[in-house]
């Protein structure tokens, strides 16, 4: 029960803890699993067209031919590399991904490798899910429109509260909002094109505004120019491919067969991804949507006059749902809510990626150990916390700006695409040379091809991204992933380091026994917790005990002695002189002189320690205990035992007996 203001807000926030036994999460069905975990790759499509276009609004003569080719091609990579992952989910159904595919087959630095990237990449995926979330409220909710930053982190704190509480019924919950969204996506599609198939062409709010270009009259300069819009408007596209990792990450969690099962998802998923990606850029280009980067500098009005700096963007779907639905205003409200809703599923897959990817990290030894281990909730609380953390800060630095963010998002998710499968590509080769039997022969050289294939064509779909994208924020997501890389390979060397400096010693020199132990008791006034400490010191039967007081002040010493004196203690009181009032030295000189004497005796020194119930109570006492406890941890065998008195603060403020309560043999020395 919790009795301290802290543990009660805790769990009215969090909720009760959980019994490790019997909270085994169950196995999911493809009906479920697919909405949950391919939902980062199906919500993509509600920010993917607004990057194409963001990118090709810099020259109008290619925005309405290319934009739905592009589409294709994006639709098509997104085949290609699911195609690839259905093959990788089944041959390492561990739920490991590219991390443990690079680990095992080129070695632990091209994994490291990955999981810098996936690392990076789930940070940006929870903070652009709840960037672009921020754009979708605002536009249902313009009044809000200021307040774009607080309506982000305001989404990335209660996604991490309920990965923090978790719960059998979030997967179900969860799935509610994908496939409300792709009915509404679809129902967008359908409307749409029959629409424009029967004549009745949409027109977008922005259709008749004109966007100003910056002027390239020399035609060589204005082809190359052309060129480097196309292929940065791919790599914006290519956004779209962002989820399928988690759902690789996620097999564990598929009912059996899991490999399969998880392969199949990754296929539907991929499906949808691609036709909607497809349908929505072709209706965005038919519709005449303008989507620009700094409105007030490059949309124009009808009547010649620029927009206002005030002027808020709705996004590309947004702006479908209103032209398509105009005579149906409520569905544009559904459309962009249920944008929203998605958006936020999208985020926690984020919020179940990161912790376990942290997590077997740590438990390999390339990250802090606190993240490999579960909370109350038997959710990984710390991973959750430190993603929150570092989605937050991006979102403040961006000022929640969905186009910032993505120029950092894709480097990381393709380099972990390319080392993923030349790694697949290693791993055929190795089975191949294990393997008789013919028909397994062809399925491997068909696999073999299929993700070699597949690292050439995310090896082409990264370089485009790093030229395209590097000036424009790309450069900072390497830096980010090369520091991560740096500092995660430091922990694993310390950790290796002392590793070894532990392992016990061959000759069983480590489990020597000390020839002698030398008891100290630390005292300062003659008071319970001094008496306390003398009778544990006596307890543990040492060769020698004495007690110890430092004389700050020769008359406060005489008096203590003459108390000493008169109590007949049955413990040598010893006094050191302190001609400089001071408290620590003396005491540390005293026990160093002793460890010369005898180097090979262990010296254990009993220190009183108050326990106290408020925080302001650490400030007044125990601040000498405290220097001179850490002193000594520095000292060769020496150990310091604090020992505890409760004060009645204590007792009221976490329950239990109070120290008026105490044993009788603990005050008496």
Not at 570 to 595: G, K, M, N, W
Request: aromatic share 8%; net charge positive; with cysteine.
């Amino acid at each position: 029960m919790a009795s301290s203001f802290s543990d009660a807000v805790k769990r009215l926030l969090v909720g009760r803890p959980f019994r490790s036994e019997g909270r085994r999460a169950p196995a999911l069905k493809k009906r479920i699993a697919m909405p949950v975990f391919a939902s980062d790759m199906l919500s993509s499509v509600a920010y993917a067209p607004d990057e194409i276009l963001l990118a090709l609004s810099l020259t109008s003569l290619v925005a309405l031919t290319v934009a739905p080719w592009i589409g294709v091609a994006v639709g098509a990579v997104i085949l290609v590399i699911v195609a690839c992952y259905r093959i990788n989910v089944k041959a390492y159904p561990s739920g490991g991904g590219d991390y443990e595919v690079a680990s095992k087959n080129l070695g632990p630095r091209a994994g490291l490798v990955v999981a810098a990237a996936l690392l990076v990449d789930y940070v940006l995926t929870l903070a652009v899910s709840m960037t672009v979330f921020a754009a979708y409220i605002t536009t249902a909710f313009p009044l809000l429109a200021p307040y774009r930053v607080p309506v982000a982190i305001i989404g990335i704190l209660l996604i991490t509260l309920a990965g923090l509480r978790g719960s059998r019924a979030t997967p179900v919950l969860l799935a509610i909002p994908t496939y409300l969204f792709l009915g509404a996506v679809f129902l967008t599609m359908c409307v749409g094109l029959l629409r424009v198939g029967a004549g009745d062409i949409p027109q977008a709010e922005t259709a008749d505004y004109t966007v100003v270009h910056t002027g390239v009259q020399n035609e060589a300069t204005l082809g190359l120019a052309t060129v480097l819009i196309v292929l940065r408007a791919f790599s914006s596209g290519s956004v779209a491919l962002a989820g399928v990792q988690t759902v690789a990450t996620a097999v564990p969690a598929f009912k059996k067969p899991r490999g399969k099962n998880a392969g199949n998802t990754l296929l539907l998923s991929g499906l949808l991804a691609a036709l909607m990606l497809t349908g929505l850029t072709y209706l965005a280009s038919v519709t005449g949507i303008k989507y620009v980067d700094d409105p007030h500098l490059y949309l124009v009005r009808p009547d010649g006059s620029a927009v206002s700096a005030e002027y808020e963007q709705e996004p590309v779907l947004a702006q479908l749902a209103h032209a398509i639905f105009d005579n149906a205003p409520v569905m544009f409200y559904f459309v962009v809510l249920v944008a929203a809703l998605v958006l936020i599923v999208a985020a926690n897959t984020a919020v179940e990626g990161f912790p376990g990817l942290a997590s077997r990290l740590a438990r390999d030894g390339f990250l802090p150990r606190q993240l490999a281990t579960k909370g109350d909730r038997l959710t990984f609380s710390n991973g959750i916390l430190l993603l929150a953390f570092a989605a937050i800060l991006l979102v403040i630095a961006t000022r929640a700006s969905a186009t910032t963010l993505i120029q950092l998002y894709l480097v990381g998710v393709f380099a972990s695409f390319v080392v993923g499968q030349a790694g697949m590509v290693l791993h055929w080769n190795k089975r191949l040379r294990l393997v008789i039997d013919p028909k397994a022969r062809v399925r491997m050289h068909i696999n073999r091809l299929v993700n070699g294939a597949g690292c050439i064509i995310a090896s082409g779909v990264l370089l485009v991204v790093i030229v395209s994208k590097f000036l424009a924020g790309a450069w900072l997501a390497v830096a980010a992933m090369a520091g991560l890389y740096l500092v995660m390979g430091a922990i694993h060397r310390h950790y290796s380091r002392v590793a070894r400096e532990l392992a016990p010693e061959a000759d069983g020199g480590s489990r020597t026994i000390p020839s002698n132990t030398h008891a100290i008791v630390v005292v300062n006034e003659i008071n319970k917790p001094t008496l306390r400490a003398l009778s544990y010191a006596r307890v543990t039967r040492s060769s020698q005990l004495e007690a110890i007081t430092v004389a700050v002040d020769e008359d406060s010493a005489s008096a203590l002695q003459r108390q000493w004196n008169d109590m007949s203690l049955p413990v040598p009181l010893t006094v050191l002189d302190s001609p400089y009032r001071e408290l620590v030295r003396p005491l540390l000189a005293h026990v160093l002189a002793i460890r010369r004497r005898s180097p090979r005796d262990l010296v254990i020194v009993y220190i009183p320690q108050y326990i106290v119930g408020r925080w302001w109570e650490h400030i007044l006492h125990n601040q000498v205990a405290l220097k001179l406890r850490t002193r000594l941890l520095l000292v060769p065998n020496v150990v310091v035992v604090s020992v505890p008195w409760r004060l009645r603060s204590f007792s009221r403020q976490y329950g239990g007996d109070g120290p008026e309560n105490d044993n009788p043999l603990y005050r008496q020395a």
